[in-house]
């Protein structure tokens, strides 16, 4: 049996920022309309759309950046301008 590795949530999220301390300070020491637990999550759960935001920008970047450049307005070899538009080889 294989040994069970656990999952750090913390793992998941980005630093606390200056504007995410301000903010948390702001809710929970001059206007605590709500309880701190419900700010403690939403900034929790806020850090981690950012972390995800992070990293699927940086993936996109990479796929975008490792693509071979063409010159073809269709974008690639395979297909012909035709009309103003690119049409697949053979079509017209």
Not at 34 to 44: E, I, K, N
Not at 66 to 80: I, L, M, V
């Amino acid at each position: 049996m294989a040994a069970r590795t656990t999952h750090n949530p913390a793992d998941d999220l980005i630093p606390l920022t200056v504007n995410e301390i301000r903010r948390l300070f702001a809710k929970l020491v001059l206007t605590p309309i709500r309880a701190a637990g419900y700010w403690l999550t939403w900034s929790d759960w806020r850090r981690r759309h950012q972390a995800r935001a992070k990293l699927s920008h940086y993936r996109r970047r990479q796929t975008i950046d490792n693509e071979p450049f063409s010159t073809s307005p269709c974008g690639g070899e395979d297909r012909k301008v035709g009309r103003g538009a690119c049409a697949p080889r053979g079509s017209g």
